[in-house]
């Protein structure tokens, strides 16, 4: 897809953070975009910053754990636009907590409603309307591929989302519609704001987030280029590498980025922390 003008651009959790840099990212290319999201306030906010771009936008309030309202937006995009040409499977929570803590079993539901079955709901609702060359971006995050101690309910979600995005790419091979799988590190939005430093995992001690305008611009270039699997930062595929050579030494570089001088030789350390980034 060389050119995002008049293309129609469909964002979930475009509220804030990561999901409204990439509405914002599309919008600045000429898309005309659609936000879903809960909060209506935080959205017309949005909304109100790409009108100032010039850029056509509807924002449609959707709790994505809710098939009523799913169906609403996707009938609201097509009404308005008569169909979609990148949708972005982004809206998400995170809950960090160990495994045997109390509230784990409640926060791997909650993640997989929200994060997982919300995308699946999305995708299904929105494939008769996908234009023939479309794109379906599914955020998932490198712990879709390697997980951490302390965020396992997290992982447990992002490896789902990388399992449907996988089964999707392969089923729609053909069709002429893409997938893309997005792996972003950490990142400085409000996701793991309620969690202190001490209760993040260890590895995101010294981690210096990207920013939620970096993963944006990832997202904008695996669509132009057709790309099927992003990791951010490219550095961070050495865990995976490691990982997939064997969980021994994926843990052990896991628990050696909670020292400072690892973070930093592996580039994965060298700016402001987590919290320091979010303020
Ligand atoms: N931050 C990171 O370190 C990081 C790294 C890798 C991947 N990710 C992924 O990136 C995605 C965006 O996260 P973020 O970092 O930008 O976090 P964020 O700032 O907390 O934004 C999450 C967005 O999702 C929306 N959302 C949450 N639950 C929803 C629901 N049930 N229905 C509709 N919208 C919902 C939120 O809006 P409302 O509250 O208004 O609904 C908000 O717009 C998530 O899927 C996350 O897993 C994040």
């Not at 999901?19 to 005309?32: D, I, K």
């Not at 001690?205 to 970096?214: G, K, Q, V």
């Amino acid at each position: 897809m060389p050119s995002f003008t008049d293309k129609v651009v469909l964002v979930t959790g475009a509220s804030r953070g990561i999901g409204r840099a990439v509405a914002l990212a599309f919008a600045h290319e000429g898309a005309r975009v659609v936000l879903a999201a809960r909060s209506a306030e935080r959205l017309a906010q949005v909304e109100r910053e790409i009108h100032a771009l010039g850029a056509e936008v509807l924002a449609v309030p959707t709790d994505v754990t809710s098939p009523e309202a799913v169906a609403a937006l996707v009938d609201a995009a097509t009404d308005r636009f008569g169909g979609i040409d990148v949708l972005v499977n982004n809206a998400g929570i995170g809950k960090v907590g160990r495994i045997d803590s109390p509230t784990f079993p409640d926060d791997v539901r909650d993640t997989l409603r929200a994060s997982l079955f919300g995308m699946i709901d999305v995708t299904r609702r929105a494939l008769p309307v996908l234009r023939p060359d479309a794109t379906v971006v599914n955020m998932s995050s490198v712990m879709g591929r390697k997980t951490f101690a302390r965020f396992g309910s997290y992982a447990i979600v992002m490896h789902g989302v990388s399992a449907f995005s996988d089964s999707l790419r392969q089923e729609l091979a053909g069709s002429g519609i893409r997938v893309s799988v997005i792996h972003p590190a950490l990142t400085a939005t409000d996701l793991l704001r309620d969690a202190t430093p001490d209760e993040l995992p260890p590895p995101f001690r010294y981690m210096t987030p990207l920013s939620a305008e970096d993963v944006a611009r990832g997202v904008v270039d695996a669509v132009r280029r057709g790309k099927r699997r992003v990791v951010m930062p490219r550095r961070a595929n050495s865990l995976l590498l490691g990982e997939a050579l064997s969980p021994r030494i994926g843990d052990l570089i896991a628990t050696a980025l909670s020292k400072r001088p690892v973070a930093r030789l592996l580039g994965l350390s060298g700016g402001q922390t987590y919290h320091q980034a979010i303020g």
